[in-house]
């Protein structure tokens, strides 16, 4: 009697701002309570159900797999599937609803219902014992059959009992029979108050206002069978059939066969010969001398791999997405596991040379794992679209979407919504979250308050604070994955429901990118990458004016003096090895081959960094640690780094070899380490490892420190193969900087926004390479920056684009109107281009009328200023035929001031983004001299070990989610950069300053590790406002000037016999000056 | 030439708030600011001379006032209030100085001191008075006199000292090198201009004036012209209280009840008609009743909305003479609408268009002057699950109308406040009890209905986070109904006390 009840009506957390609990804890719950099946019914919505089957699996209670409709008449229905038949029928229809509604909406009727419902069984929720209930009784009969059932559910309001009785009997005249749910919103009665909570989000409403919107029903939370046997003593029929419900639905997630989408490249070959027909063509191409016996042997050998596990079609697949890219001529680059085989390089999937580097391409595809292969392919950021849409169309909308990504409230945004709903003044909210480092799962917490002086007796604010730490790991809502296509033989929307996304002509599944994981769909990642962009741009430019034909695969291979840059950490802008991280790592790593890149690349991720594998590899490198292996087997896995694990296939081959690991075990142990972090199950594989590596004579000792460095990895760690890709295109950047800086530094501003930097450092480390930057002119400049003779060199032409607020077509309409013929005036651009006078004063702004026009910024915005909406007709006609702009009135010369030249340097950060006058702290640094602050040039050059100060502009913070802590920012000044290191007390303690200057000076010894050199902070001070005075500041004046030059002194003011407030009088507390503000980057 | 003095009030809320808290006030070390709501953004909108000292700005939000300063004290603003007594100010001024004077809003004063200044010794004299006279009251103040308007109010928003006297025509010399922030034009002129390089007056004056204009508009040429007095520009005075009175003396005094009704009568109908000429209704009145022994005898009331219709009032002033002690009799009679609003003629429905509403606030005035007009209210529903918080007191409607109720659910008629405590014995966790002991008297319980379960409401108080009632609908064996609950729900002691209310009875 008591296991009589399998609660079928549970709302898990992905219906959006609806549930409060997570299918993990609502299946514990139920483990705990003995209910042995539990149906999750999310709002028209299958979005939770791979979660809901992996907790399923895990705890042991069966899933039902169900979704609740609520129909556009306020219909409720709760539909299960029965057989993978319904389910298919399911998707469609919830496909269908979502199609119609648009994004995150579902619009669905009872027709619809009725066209999809064989095979669902179905469970009308009632509302009150009336007429309406009844009529959707009989429909629901006729729809569903001897499917269908009423729901009676406990409210716990009054006439509860009444109401029930009269449902029943409405039921029992419908021939309907009824069902016992519970309606469940959260697992433990604790939730109730976060479950008002979201309601409030949901809803946009304070709390103090929410009133009856909240959840008027009580007790949503899961009971034991016991209980519900009990409050529903007087329907024991209705409490047995959820077991009968339960029995019903034999559906289980794991019967989702999946199929991989046939290729029609070549009639009348299967995949497998295609691929064969392809691979050797391929080949051919790649080795015109050629094809050494080593790549026949490897091809041979891969092949016969593809053949085995029968993925043919996905190499195809992929293939088919790479020519179609190579035929619009959009660079890409595969990576991923199987991306680095001697197949998808003859291919030309990837372009890293199998003979020429040695990868151990025989993983390539785990024969164990029983997984979809892997491959990954990037392609420019600015042109991935047109892949995508031809993806969707070749393939069929039926057949292929785009994964989505569940966004998930962190910190900043679980304080945000919560701190709304409870009513706290915004400026309180926005004060504490930017206490917070933006991707941080600590929450916000008390500490944070006591830094902005805020009352913590504040009950609202108290319980804000806990209830945004509950909320942290909630979804929020779905958006689509950057690029993770599934492509599927059958009809997708068979699989899971298909539902559009915010961009046009984009659709996305339900389910994220670990649900496909767990159900072996394959994926194809067409991901965009800033760097293609970059690079490709950088070929372009390389051809046009330097007549220098390249790709990424022609690319000189291990150019010596490319590496001699490298390991000066003279990375600046390159890819991947520009980060603070990975700069400091360079110099010890001191590569020399491409192979130490791709060492490089892997070693400074988190993975690495957390299992504390870089030191001992760092020794062994350096050959301070003689590099030894306990066991012979040992070193077949981990000969090539030195027997330290690097790689994600690394750690888990060592599973596999010491402690005698299954290959799926070993998969499961990585599984546990990336998905499941928090659930515990990585310390069940811990002992395991532990004891399977000490039965094979491997010391305790070693065993335990084994497991700590596997458990660095996990999503982590990077494969070898993702390594060696990214390598790739950093070596490519890193060869195009060294070689060509003029090209490098046009292409890379064009690609922006990407990387770390700025396109101010990228500009200032150009210069400092030699390269000329021009400025924007607006008879020079196009709308990206080019490349100008300058010379006998080039010279880079910063663009239109550089221009903040400048919309691109009005930049190229300038542009074709210029054509050949220069502007003459200001007058004369504005009538040739046809652009608003708004636009005119956007590139006043950004000083581009100076160079050709010989207009300062005042001078054109005074110009412009005078300008009307339209030009009077007569005017332009006598314009017209003289063919010069004529003036419309003479007006007196006015003679403007000119700017500070602290101003001018304000106006073109904010404006352009940087400047090609002085620094700004050039104009501070007597004042910065006189606080005993040095520069950060200085920094650089004194010995290890010295106390100093120096301050500068932040140009980044970093704070690596694998440092423990450990904060790095980079400071700059008119002499170069400093690199600080923050520990994690000192942020503790100067949270405020550290997050909010946009300009700091620091206190701390500088640390030499041979030619980097780190500042280690033991205090920090905002100079913020200092650095916003330099608007008023003029490089004249801070020169020091001659006795006998009083006109120096006294400014031109008017005359000053007469009495008259002299100006040292003047008091003025709302006076806003403009700022310089620099926003810095900041980077997890 | 004109002469106009300005009064410049750099802290003056957080100085009228400092005077209002008096011995309570932070000392004035202390940083204060006043912060007040714009959106859903707290900013600070007033800032005294400490807090500014420490870098605070008004306009600045509120929250990071408070992390710059530790020991910050924060306030709220009171806009209206600054206004008004701004106003206030200013009669002082009309009262002492000169008969026009106008409050420059948000933060001083001007004085048209024109021909007026020998009256008070010079205008030296007269700029030393009006300033310690201010300062002495504790508001920091800077004065300044000059030819216009413009050039008075630059140039007191501009020093360090308490006063500055501008010698006739000394205007220009005086401006130039002020910023032209001080030239009363609008923020985004302002920003403007400084973007072209004009930071002082003098350099703007100094540009030809119709380059200017076709890029900023004439205002700024009109502002310097102001300032410069080749414009003059108007003060309007502020008026002392405007109020609508009417005033009867009699030759000989009265004191029968009638004669007194009959005059209020006729003072009635004269305000009448005076309101209707300002379009204005009453909404408070004051019959003052002067004796001939000197003493003054009062009635006011008031109405729930403005009226002029001379029945009504008469009947609610009349409802009151009794109370009036005429003694030897009296012998003025006035009556003044101390408050006033706007009152303009209304359509009236046709019968054939709509039900025309039914007028209650005439009900409501008769009651609420006779009973006082807290004892008069309207219950509104509030959507609130906890009982006592179900329904609120509101002011009385002024149409006749139905609230609706506040649930859907049977609700008791009356509720008792506080629930009474009843010994019940129930069985756990949800069942209703079989008997209870209420008043004294015992009851079995025949039929019941229940529970319903109600949360406390968590956001309100600590005590209610877990707080659960269980009510039930009982009935005894008499057939009498009430509504009791349990605190608690019935498994789970956090939730409550377990004890039994008895909490409504139904009709």
């Known amino acids: 009697m008591t296991d009589a009840y399998a609660e079928l009506h549970c709302t898990s957390h992905f219906s959006f701002l609806r549930g409060a609990s997570s299918c993990d804890e609502l299946f514990a719950q139920a483990a705990a309570l003995g209910i042995d099946a539990l149906g999750i019914v999310d709002r028209n919505s299958l979005a939770g159900i791979v979660r809901a089957h992996i907790a399923a699996k895990e705890t042991g209670v069966r899933l039902v797999v169900g979704c609740r409709l609520d129909l556009a008449d306020g219909t409720a229905l709760l539909v299960y599937p029965i057989d993978r038949f319904a389910y298919g029928r399911l998707c469609r229809l919830l496909s269908l609803g979502k199609k119609r509604a648009g994004k995150g909406k579902c619009e669905l009727h009872w027709s619809d219902v009725a066209e999809h419902a064989e095979g669902l069984i179905g469970i009308l929720v009632p509302n009150e014992p009336d007429d309406l209930t009844g009529l959707n009784l009989r429909r629901l009969a006729s729809v569903f059959g001897d499917r269908a059932y009423l729901a009676l559910t406990l409210r716990r309001r009054p006439n509860d009992h009444l109401r029930l009785h009269e449902l029943s009997l409405l039921a029992a005249r419908a021939r309907v029979p009824t069902v016992v749910t519970n309606d469940v919103l959260f697992h433990a009665p604790h939730r109730r108050i976060l479950q008002d909570v979201v309601t409030c989000i949901r809803r946009n409403c304070t709390i103090d206002d929410a009133g009856f919107r909240r959840e008027r029903h009580a007790d949503r939370y899961l009971k034991p069978p016991d209980e519900m046997a009990r409050l529903f003593a007087l329907h024991p029929e209705a409490v047995r059939r959820t077991r009968e419900i339960a029995a019903r639905c034999r559906f289980n997630l794991e019967e989702l066969a999946y199929q991989y989408p046939e290729e029609a490249t070549m009639a009348g070959l299967t995949p497998q010969a295609a691929l064969e027909h392809l691979t050797w063509e391929g080949a051919r191409e790649r080795y015109p001398e050629g094809v050494p016996d080593k790549i026949v042997a490897t091809l041979r050998h891969e092949l016969q791999l593809i053949a085995k596990l029968r993925y043919a079609p996905y190499f195809l697949t992929v293939n088919s997405i790479v020519r179609f890219a190579r035929s619009r001529d959009i660079l890409c680059q595969g990576r991923g596991s199987a991306a680095n085989s001697a197949v998808c390089f003859v291919l030309g999937i990837t372009s890293i040379d199998p003979d020429r580097n040695d990868l151990l391409f025989e993983r390539f595809v785990s024969e164990e794992r029983q997984e979809p292969p892997d491959i990954d392919v990037d392609f420019e950021h600015e042109r991935r679209e047109i892949v995508m849409q031809w993806v969707y169309d070749t393939y069929g909308r039926d057949h292929a979407a785009l994964c989505s990504t569940v966004t998930r409230y962190r910190s900043k945004g679980a304080l945000r919504d919560i701190g709304k709903a409870l009513g706290l003044p915004e400026d309180l909210i926005k004060g504490l979250s930017g206490q917070v480092w933006g991707w941080s799962e600590e929450g916000v917490q008390e500490k944070h308050a006591k830094g902005l002086n805020i009352n913590l007796e504040d009950r609202r604010l108290r319980l804000a604070l806990s209830l945004a730490q509950e909320l942290i790991g909630a979804p929020r809502h779905l958006s689509q994955h950057p690029g993770g296509f599934v492509l599927t033989h059958d009809r997708l929307d068979e699989l899971v429901p298909i539902e559009p996304a915010a961009m046009t002509d984009r659709q996305i599944i339900e389910w994220d990118k670990d649900d496909i994981d767990e159900l072996r769909f394959m994926k194809v990642d067409v991901l965009a990458l800033g760097m293609l962009t970059c690079m490709k741009r950088g070929f372009d430019l390389l051809k046009q004016h330097k007549d220098i034909s390249l790709n990424l695969a022609t690319i000189p291979a291990e150019d010596p003096r490319t590496y001699a840059m490298i390991r000066k950490a003279d990375t600046l802008g390159v890819f991947q090895i520009e980060s603070r991280a990975q700069m400091a790592m360079l110099p010890r790593i001191k590569p020399r081959t491409f192979y130490d890149l791709v060492i490089e690349v892997a070693i400074v991720r988190p993975g690495p960094i957390q299992g504390d594998m870089v030191h001992p590899y760092l020794r062994r490198r350096e050959g301070k640690e ?96 993702h390594a060696a890709s990214f390598a790739l295109i950093a070596y490519a950047s890193s060869w195009l900087k060294c070689h060509h800086p003029d090209v490098f530094c046009a292409a890379l ?71 050949d013929r220069p502007f003459g005036s200001i007058d004369d651009l504005w009538r040739r281009a046809g652009v608003p006078a708004a636009t005119l004063v956007h590139l006043a702004d950004a000083d581009a009328f100076r160079e050709s026009l010989t207009l300062a910024r005042r001078e054109a915005l005074w110009a412009i200023k005078a300008l009307r909406d339209e030009p009077l007709p007569l005017f332009a006609a006598a314009a017209r035929r003289a063919g010069a702009a004529l003036p419309e009135a003479i007006e007196p010369a006015v003679e403007l001031k000119p700017m500070k030249e602290g101003s001018e340097v304000v106006e073109d950060y904010g404006h352009v983004g940087l400047s090609l006058r002085r620094h700004p702290l050039f104009f501070i640094r007597d004042e910065l001299t006189a606080r005993r602050i040095v520069t950060c040039g200085r920094v650089g050059e004194v010995k290890d070990g010295t106390w100093l100060e120096a301050a500068g502009i932040v140009l980044v913070r970093q704070m690596p989610g694998s440092a423990k802590g450990v904060m790095f920012i980079t400071i700059e000044d008119e002499t170069g950069v400093a690199n600080l290191v923050i520990w994690p007390d000192l942020f503790e303690r100067q949270r405020r300053e550290i997050l909010g200057s946009s300009m700091m000076s620091v206190k701390g010894r500088v640390q030499r590790e041979g030619e980097v050199v780190h500042l280690i902070a033991s205090c920090v001070t905002d100079c913020s406002t200092l650095l916003a005075s330099v608007g008023e500041r003029d490089g004249i004046f801070t020169l020091p000037a001659g006795r006998g030059d009083e006109a120096r002194h006294s400014g031109g003011g008017p005359d000053s016999r007469s009495a008259k407030v002299r100006p040292r009088d003047i008091y003025d507390p709302y006076e806003h000056i403009d700022t310089l503000k620099v926003k810095a980057r900041a980077f997890r | 030439m004109p002469r106009v003095v300005s009064l410049y009030l750099p802290t003056w809320p957080t100085d009228r708030l400092r005077r209002k808290l008096g011995a309570d006030a932070p000392p004035p070390d202390v940083p204060l600011v006043l912060v007040g709501r714009e959106g859903r953004q707290r900013l600070v909108l007033a800032a005294d001379r400490a807090a500014q000292a420490a870098g605070l700005r008004i306009g600045m939000e509120a929250v990071r006032a408070q992390a710059l300063i530790a020991n910050l004290v924060v306030k709220d603003a009171d806009l209206v209030g600054d206004a008004t007594a701004l106003d206030k100010l200013a009669l002082w001024a009309l009262r002492r100085y000169s008969p026009i004077v106008a409050s420059d809003p948000p933060d001083g004063l001007v004085i048209d001191m024109t021909g007026a200044a020998h009256l008070l010794g010079g205008e030296a004299a007269m700029l030393a008075d009006l300033s310690s006279r201010v300062i002495n009251v504790g508001l920091s103040a800077h004065a300044a006199m000059a030819d216009s308007w413009g050039a008075a109010h630059a140039v007191a928003r501009s020093i360090r000292q308490q006063v500055w006297l501008v010698t006739t025509g000394g205007s220009r010399d005086a401006l130039a090198p002020l910023p032209i922030a001080r030239l009363r034009l609008a923020a985004e002129t302002i920003a403007g201009l400084r973007r072209l390089g004009f930071e002082t007056i003098g350099e703007l004056a100094a540009t030809a004036r119709a380059p200017l204009a076709l890029r900023f508009g004439s205002e700024v040429g009109r502002r310097l012209d102001q300032a410069f007095s080749a414009v003059r520009e108007v003060i309007t005075p502020i008026r002392a209280d405007e109020l609508v009175s009417v005033r009867r003396a009699f030759a000989e005094p009265i004191a029968a009840p009638e004669t007194l009704h009959r005059y209020t009568r006729k003072l009635v109908e004269t305000l009448c008609s005076e309101l209707e000429a300002k379009a204005l209704g009453a909404r408070r009145l004051d019959l003052l009743f002067f004796r001939i022994d000197n003493r003054i005898e009062a009635i006011r009331v008031g109405t729930s ?199 409504g009875l139904f009709g």
Not at chain 1, 631 to 640: A, D, F, I, N, T
Not at chain 1, 706 to 714: I, R
Not at chain 2, 346 to 369: F, G, H, M, P, Y
């Open chain 1, 749 to 819: 501003l064009n690609a922006q926004p990407m990387g770390f930097y700025a396109p101010a450092q990228i500009v200032r480390d150009a210069r400092e390479h030699g390269v000329e930057v021009r400025p924007v002119c607006v008879n020079a400049s196009r709308w990206d920056c080019t490349l100008e003779p300058s010379g006998d060199g080039l010279a880079v032409r910063l663009g239109l684009r550089m221009v903040r607020s400048l919309s691109n077509v009005d930049g190229a309409s300038l542009v074709a109107a210029r054509g």
């Open chain 2, 305 to 503: 909305m403005p009226v002029r219709e001379a029945k009504r009032l008469v009947r609610l002033l009349g409802d009151k003479i009794e109370t009036i002690e005429p003694g030897f009799g009296i012998e003025i009679m006035t009556l003044t609408a101390t408050v006033a609003e706007p009152l303009m003629p209304k359509q009236r429905v046709t019968a054939l268009v709509e039900e025309e509403e039914a007028d209650v606030s005439d009900l409501v005035d008769i009651l609420a002057n006779r009973v006082g007009s807290h004892r008069v209210y309207a219950l509104q529903a509030v959507s609130s699950d906890v009982p006592e918080r179900s329904v609120a007191v509101a002011s009385p409607p002024t149409a006749a109308g139905t609230l609706a109720p506040p649930t859907q659910w049977p609700r008791p008629s009356r509720l008792l406040t506080p629930p009474e405590v009843i010994e019940a014995i129930a069985m756990l966790p949800d069942h209703p009890p079989v008997a209870f002991t209420w008043r004294g008297v015992r009851r079995r319980v025949k039929r019941a209905d229940g529970p319903e379960r109600i949360f406390g409401e968590w956001w309100k108080r600590d005590a209610e986070l877990a707080a659960v009632r269980d009510y039930f609908r009982v009935e005894d064996e008499a057939g009498e109904r009430f509504w009791i609950y349990r605190a608690g729900d019935g498994e789970d002691t956090e939730t409550g006390s377990h004890r039994w209310f008895m909490h």
């Open chain 1, 626 to 721: 003689a590099v030894e292996y306990p066991k012979p087997e040992l070193e077949r896995v981990l000969g090539k780094t030195l027997g330290v694990p690097l790689f994600q296939e690394q750690a888990m081959r060592v599973a596999i070899v010491c402690a005698g690991f299954s290959p799926s075990e070993a998969d499961q142990l990585r599984r546990a380490m990336a998905t499941f972090k928090h659930t515990g199950g990585v310390t069940k594989f811990g002992e395991k490892l532990v004891k399977g590596m000490v039965k094979r004579g491997y010391t305790e000792e070693f065993a335990v420190r084994t497991f700590s460095q596997l458990e660095g990895f996990g999503s982590y760690g990077f494969p070898e193969s």
